[in-house]
């Protein structure tokens, strides 16, 4: 029942340094994808993927690195992080076709990120 | 491009009453859904309704429904005899060719 894992669900980092931010998701979904929130803005895509292998820009990809080798594991990469990269990050999975229809897109439970 | 728009930053209802959130969408796509989602104060993110750009018929789910014009690329969600809890931040969220792209949110606050 875990449905997407999202970790750490805290960070702070230092002007510079790199990290990954982890995702996982038990229900075999094909579409995974990073948001970040920010106050006003809503959620904004960074990256997506449409399968193993596959992956994609989204609105804000700038500062952001992304693979995706089995369907289960989406990591989001920090290179270089920059106080404007603080917010909170959403990882969010997807069936695709009709499934979606009945479930939507299953979110993480986010990770509060604070660049100093 | 997709585009999401919600207009009301913020609104207030009264405990019992009914309440409609507004959103408005821009797409050239000519299959297309539109999601809602709640944010409550915790964060997590849940999924509310769904309505498909062929459906002929407005989704409902329990106290919710979705009030869709085409013509107008309207999708309003509709919350009847509000609670307590459904005091949080309310998303819409469309999917086309891409992943959901959402509007700014519109936070509700109900009032007892």
């Known amino acids: 029942n875990a449905g997407v894992t999202q970790t750490p669900k805290f960070q702070v980092l230092k002007t510079g340094q790199s990290m990954t931010l982890q995702c996982a998701q038990d229900m075999n979904h094909e579409y995974m994808s990073w948001y970040r929130q920010d106050p006003g803005m809503g959620l904004r895509l960074i990256h997506y993927s449409v399968g193993a292998g596959i992956t994609d820009q989204g609105e804000v990809p700038n500062g952001y690195n992304v693979s995706r080798s089995t369907t289960e594991d989406f990591p989001l990469r920090l290179l270089s992080a920059a106080p404007s990269q603080t917010s909170v990050y959403f990882c969010?999975?997807?069936?695709?076709?009709?499934?979606?229809?009945?479930?939507?897109?299953?979110f993480g439970s986010g990770t509060r990120l604070t660049v100093v | 491009a997709q585009k999401i728009t919600q207009t009301q930053p913020g609104m207030f209802v009264q405990e019992k009453e009914a309440v409609t959130l507004d959103c408005t969408y821009d797409?050239?796509?000519?299959?297309?859904?539109l999601f809602w989602y709640k944010q409550p104060s915790s964060g997590e993110m849940i999924f509310l309704i769904y309505q498909g750009s062929y459906d002929q018929q407005n989704a409902t789910e329990g106290r919710y429904s979705l009030n869709f014009q085409k013509a107008r690329k309207s999708a309003n969600l509709v919350i009847s005899a509000s609670q307590l809890g459904d005091s949080a931040m309310y998303f819409c969220a469309m999917f086309g060719n891409t992943p959901l792209v959402f509007g700014k949110g519109t936070r509700l606050s109900v009032i007892a």
């Open positions: 797409t050239s796509d000519p299959s297309y859904g």
């Open positions: 969010a999975s997807s069936p695709a076709g009709f499934s979606l229809i009945n479930y939507g897109y299953t």
